[in-house]
C-alpha cells in the first residue's frame, strides 16, 4: 500500500486530491509539490501526510516535491483553512494567493492529437462517401488527398459513434477550416507539441485552439518544472594591471567610461550611454575588461520625507503608549519598538498608490530591513521579496492587501490603515477582505492588530462599541494645524444664476485662482476617468455601449487633442474588459450625425482647467496618467517639488497623500454615488468627502476645501462638511439596524454567470426554486434577478443577496446552496459566492 498525501489543488472545487507518494519522496504539510490533474501539471499545497488511499480507486503519483520543508507555516496553513471556511472559497486558489512564487516555476503548455482527432483525419484520408467530409469547405468541396500525402497519420480505423460532420463546423468560414486542418497535420505524429511551436508553424490563434479543444480533436496539456528566479545583474569591471594595447575610439570611450565610474558599470548603463556591445565584447577578449554577474540590486523606491517620522505630538504619543498604534509617524515609532523587542511588522496600504510616501519613510528609518509586497512588483522581485521576509532578513513588511499572507517570522504587529477602504477587499476568488484577515491572523499568531482611520467602517465602529475592540482617537492634526473650512457650492442654484452647464463653479474657479496667484498648490478631485462617460444618439437615445459588457463606453481623447469637441477616431473605451473602438461620425442604429457626449472625466477636467488657467502648471492622476509604480513616484515627485501646482483626479488622490503646499481641495461630481443601488453608497460618500478635505491645509498654510454637489441638504455630505463622524455614523446606524444591513447583519452575494445567456437563467432560477423550497431558518433571500450589469466580459450575470442576523445561519445556508448546485449540475467555476460583500453591482 503506497503513502499518500492530500494536495491541494489551485482549482474551481472544494476538495482536496490524493496522490501517492513515489520512492525518495517525503513531503510534509505546507511543501509545494508537481501532481497531475486531468491533461495538466499543476502546482498544490501538501496539507495532510499518510493518509489512507481512497477505495476503489487508481491513486496517481506526485510528479515531483519542490520543497525540502513546508513553505508554509502552521499559522498561515491554519489561517488558509479559516479563509476558506468562511469565505466558501476552494483551498488551494486560497493557497496560490499565499504563495506568490510563480517566477520560480516554468509552466508550459502542449497540445496533442486525441484518438477522436486521429478518426478525423483517418476519415479525410479514406474519404468515404457515406460520411461528410469533416475539412469540407462551404461549398462542400473535399481538400484532396495531395495535401496530406506528406503528413506522418497513424492508418485509418472505423470512424467511432459520434465523430464530427461538416455540420459541426458550418459556421466556420474556409480560412478557419484551413487553420484547423494545418493544426490537425502538424500534431498528426502524435507527440506533444508547444503552444509558439504549433501557433507559428500553423498560423493558428488561441481561438482556434481552444475550439479544436472542445470539440475533443485535440487536447491540451501543461507541464511545470522548477527554475532559478534569482535576479542577477551583468556588470563591465576594469582590469587595471592589463597592458594597453592600441585602442579604437569607441574601445577608449568604454575604457574612460569605466575608469570615471570607479572602474565598474552595469551592462545596462552602458547599453544606455550608446556604447556598442560588440566593442565591448572585443575588450574582454582582449583581456582589458571582465563581465561580472551578481545578484541585482532592489530598489524599495519612494519619496523622501520632508521630516523625521518619529517626532509624535501628545495625543500621539498616548496612542503609543497605549496599544502601540497611530497613524503615520506612530505607525513607525511602534514598528521600531515592535522590532526592539524582537518582532516582524506588517504594514497595510490600501493601493500602491500610497507605497512610494511609505516606502521612504520606511527606508529612512529601517533601511535595507524593509520589504515591499504588492501587485507591480515583477514575478521575480516578488518571489525574491518573499523569499527575504521568510528568512528573517527583512521583519518590516509594507504592502497591499496580499502582504498580510507573507511569511515573517515571529510576528508580534499588523497595521492596516485606511481600514475602511474597499482595496482591501479582493474581487476574485478568494473574495477575503484584508482587514478581517489581519484580525484573524494577529489571533493566531498572538499578535497586536491596529486598524488606523480617520472615517472607520461601520463595521468596525461598531466592533468598538461592543468592546471587542479598543479604540484611541486622536483628535488633533499634528502641530494643531486647524482642519480645513469646508464650503458646499449648491450646483442647482449655480445653473439657475448662470444659466450654464458648467464643470467648475465660479466659487471653485475663483478660489483656485487666488490661491495660484499666492504660489500655492490646489488639488481637484474629479472622480470619473476618461473626458465622457457616455456616448448617446441624439435622434434616437441610442447609448453606445461595449460588445462585451453592459456599460456604456468612455469617451478619451488624446492629449493634443483636449482642447477640440469629439471628432471622428478618438477612442471609446470599457473600463471592464478594455474593449476599444474609434469615435464613430454617425449613430450605429439611426445613422444621425448628433451625438451627445454625456458627463465629465478627469481627461476633461485637466482640458477644462488648462483654458482657464493657461498659466498653471498642471498634472492628472488617473488609472491613465498611473500605469506603473514609477509613474506614481515620478508625478508625486513633481507635486512635492512644486513643478506641479494644480493636480486634477480620481479617488487616487484622495488617499493618504501628504503635500504641505497643497491649501485648496476642490470635491467636483462625488455625490453621484448617492443615486446608485447600494446601502454603503451614503458611507462612502462621506468617508471620499473626508478623505480627500484633508489633503489640505497640511503645511504651514490653512486648508480650504470646495465642494460642488447637487444634494447639499444629505446628511452624509452635511457631516462631512463639519468634519462631523459622530452624527454621521449615529445616523447612518439607525438606518442600517432598521433595514438589518451590516453591521447588523450579515450579508453575502451568490452571482451566477455564463456566457450562454440560457445557462445563467436557467441556473439562477434553479438555485431561487431551491431556496424558497428549502427556506432556510433565519436567512432572507433577495432575488434572483439581472445583476445591476447585467453582462461583463461577455458573461451574463444573475445574483441572489443573502441576508441573515446569524454568521452560523448565513454559512450553513450557502453551504447546503452549493451542494445543491452540484448536484443539479450548476458547474463550480459558474458560481461566485462572495462573503461580505461590499459591491453589489
Known amino acids: 500500500m503506497p503513502i499518500c498525501c492530500e494536495v491541494a489543488l489551485p482549482v474551481p472545487l472544494d476538495r482536496v486530491f490524493t496522490y501517492a507518494v513515489g520512492e525518495g519522496q517525503l513531503p510534509q504539510r505546507g511543501v509545494r509539490v508537481v501532481a497531475p490533474f486531468r491533461n495538466e501539471k499543476l502546482i498544490g499545497v501538501v496539507t495532510a501526510v499518510g493518509v489512507p488511499a481512497p477505495p476503489n480507486v487508481e491513486v496517481r503519483p506526485l510528479e515531483a516535491v519542490l520543497d525540502d520543508e513546508p513553505l508554509l507555516s502552521e499559522e498561515l496553513l491554519s489561517l488558509a483553512e479559516w479563509m476558506a ?34 478518426d478525423v483525419l483517418a476519415d479525410c484520408l479514406e474519404g468515404k462517401s457515406e460520411v461528410s467530409h469533416p475539412f469540407a469547405d462551404e461549398t462542400g468541396q473535399r481538400m484532396g488527398h495531395g495535401e496530406l500525402a506528406n503528413s506522418q497519420v497513424s492508418p485509418p480505423r472505423r470512424m467511432r459513434p459520434g465523430a464530427p460532420s461538416s455540420r459541426r463546423r458550418g459556421k466556420l468560414s474556409p480560412e478557419a477550416q484551413d ?18 511551436t504549433l501557433r507559428t508553424a500553423t498560423g493558428a490563434t488561441l481561438p482556434v485552439l481552444a475550439g479544436l479543444v472542445r470539440k475533443k480533436w485535440i487536447a491540451r496539456e501543461t507541464a511545470a518544472v522548477e527554475r532559478d528566479a534569482r535576479r542577477t545583474e551583468r556588470f563591465a569591471l576594469l582590469i587595471p594591471e592589463a597592458r594597453m594595447p592600441a585602442l579604437t575610439e569607441k574601445q577608449q570611450a568604454i575604457l574612460a567610461e569605466l575608469a570615471a565610474c570607479g572602474g565598474e558599470l552595469p551592462l545596462a548603463e552602458l547599453r544606455a550611454r550608446d556604447l556598442p556591445s560588440s566593442t565591448l565584447q572585443t575588450l574582454v577578449r582582449r583581456g582589458l575588461v571582465r563581465i561580472d554577474e551578481r545578484p541585482a540590486a532592489f530598489r524599495l523606491g519612494g519619496l523622501q520625507p520632508v521630516a523625521a517620522p518619529f517626532l509624535l505630538n501628545e495625543p500621539q504619543t498616548e496612542a ?18 515592535a522590532l526592539d523587542r524582537g518582532f516582524a511588522s506588517i504594514l497595510l496600504v490600501p493601493e500602491i498608490g500610497l507605497t512610494p510616501q511609505t516606502a521612504g519613510l520606511l527606508d529612512q528609518a529601517f533601511g535595507q530591513r524593509v520589504a515591499l509586497l504588492h501587485s507591480a512588483l515583477t514575478p521575480e522581485e516578488r518571489s525574491e521579496q518573499w523569499r527575504r521576509i521568510r528568512s528573517g532578513d527583512a521583519p518590516i513588511v509594507v504592502g497591499t492587501r496580499s502582504a498580510i499572507f507573507a511569511p515573517a517570522p515571529n510576528l508580534g504587529l499588523i497595521l492596516v490603515d ?25 489571533k493566531l499568531a498572538g499578535a497586536v492588530v491596529v486598524l488606523g482611520s480617520a472615517t472607520p467602517s461601520l463595521e468596525t465602529w461598531q466592533n468598538s462599541l461592543l468592546g471587542k475592540y479598543a479604540r484611541i482617537e486622536i483628535r488633533e492634526r499634528v ?8 464650503e458646499l457650492i449648491d450646483m442647482r442654484r449655480e445653473f439657475q444664476e448662470t444659466a450654464k452647464d458648467e464643470l467648475f463653479s465660479r466659487a471653485l474657479v475663483t478660489q483656485t485662482r487666488e490661491a495660484l496667484e499666492r504660489g500655492e498648490q490646489a488639488l481637484i478631485l474629479l472622480n470619473r476617468r476618461g473626458y465622457s462617460f457616455a456616448v448617446i444618439c441624439r435622434a434616437c437615445g441610442e447609448k453606445l455601449e461595449c460588445q462585451n ?9 488624446p492629449p493634443a487633442e483636449d482642447a477640440g469637441p469629439a471628432r471622428e477616431g478618438q477612442r471609446l473605451e470599457c473600463h471592464y474588459c478594455g474593449f476599444r473602438r474609434t469615435v464613430p461620425a454617425r449613430c450605429p442604429k439611426c445613422d444621425s450625425e448628433h451625438l451627445y457626449y454625456l458627463g465629465a472625466g478627469s481627461e476633461q477636467g485637466e482640458a477644462r482647467l488648462g483654458e482657464i488657467f493657461p498659466t498653471a502648471r498642471i498634472g492628472r492622476m488617473d488609472r491613465d496618467t498611473v500605469r506603473g509604480r514609477h509613474d506614481l513616484e515620478r508625478l508625486l515627485a513633481r507635486l512635492h517639488s512644486g513643478e506641479i501646482n494644480l493636480l486634477v483626479g480620481t479617488q487616487m488622490i484622495a488617499k493618504g497623500h501628504d503635500i504641505h503646499g497643497i491649501t485648496l481641495v476642490g470635491v467636483v461630481g462625488c455625490d453621484h454615488s448617492l443615486s446608485m443601488p447600494d446601502f454603503r453608497a451614503a458611507e462612502r460618500v462621506f468617508q471620499l468627502m473626508t478623505q480627500v478635505s484633508g489633503r489640505a491645509g497640511r503645511g504651514d498654510l490653512p486648508g480650504r476645501v470646495v465642494v460642488q454637489t447637487y444634494y447639499p441638504d444629505h446628511y452624509a455630505i452635511l457631516a462631512a462638511s463639519k468634519h462631523d463622524y459622530q452624527s454621521f455614523v449615529d445616523r447612518e446606524l439607525k438606518y442600517r ?15 451566477v454567470q455564463s456566457q450562454k445567456l440560457e445557462e445563467a437563467v436557467a441556473w439562477s432560477g434553479e438555485i431561487g ?38 454568521r452560523k445561519a448565513l454559512n450553513a445556508a450557502l453551504r447546503a446552496m452549493l451542494a445543491h448546485a452540484d448536484a443539479a449540475g450548476v458547474p463550480r467555476r459558474n458560481l461566485v459566492v462572495d462573503v461580505d460583500a461590499l459591491r453589489l453591482m
Open 85 to 118: 471556511q468562511y469565505y466558501l472559497a476552494p483551498l488551494g486558489e486560497v493557497l496560490r494567493g499565499m504563495l506568490p512564487l510563480m517566477a520560480e516555476v516554468r509552466r508550459t503548455a502542449y497540445y496533442r492529437i486525441t484518438d477522436l482527432g486521429r
Open 179 to 196: 487553420l484547423e486542418h494545418r493544426v490537425m497535420l502538424k500534431l498528426a505524429p502524435g507527440e506533444a507539441v508547444k503552444v509558439f
Open 320 to 337: 503609543l503608549a497605549s496599544t502601540g498604534s497611530g497613524k503615520t509617524a506612530v505607525y513607525l515609532a511602534a514598528m521600531q519598538r
Open 418 to 442: 485606511e481600514e475602511h477602504d474597499q482595496s482591501y477587499k479582493q474581487e476574485e476568488t478568494p473574495r477575503y477582505n484584508a482587514r478581517d484577515v489581519a484580525v484573524m491572523r494577529a
Open 479 to 486: 502641530m494643531n494645524r486647524p482642519l480645513p473650512e469646508v
Open 549 to 557: 459588457c453592459a456599460i456604456s463606453l468612455t469617451h478619451h481623447k
Open 737 to 751: 439596524r432598521w433595514l438589518h444591513y451590516p453591521p447588523f447583519g450579515v450579508l453575502a452575494n451568490v452571482l
Open 769 to 806: 426554486k431551491w431556496f424558497q423550497k428549502a427556506a432556510p431558518e433565519g436567512v432572507r433571500v433577495l432575488g434572483p434577478c439581472t445583476a445591476p450589469i447585467a453582462r461583463i466580459k461577455g458573461t451574463y450575470r444573475f445574483h441572489l443577496i443573502l441576508k441573515a442576523a446569524s
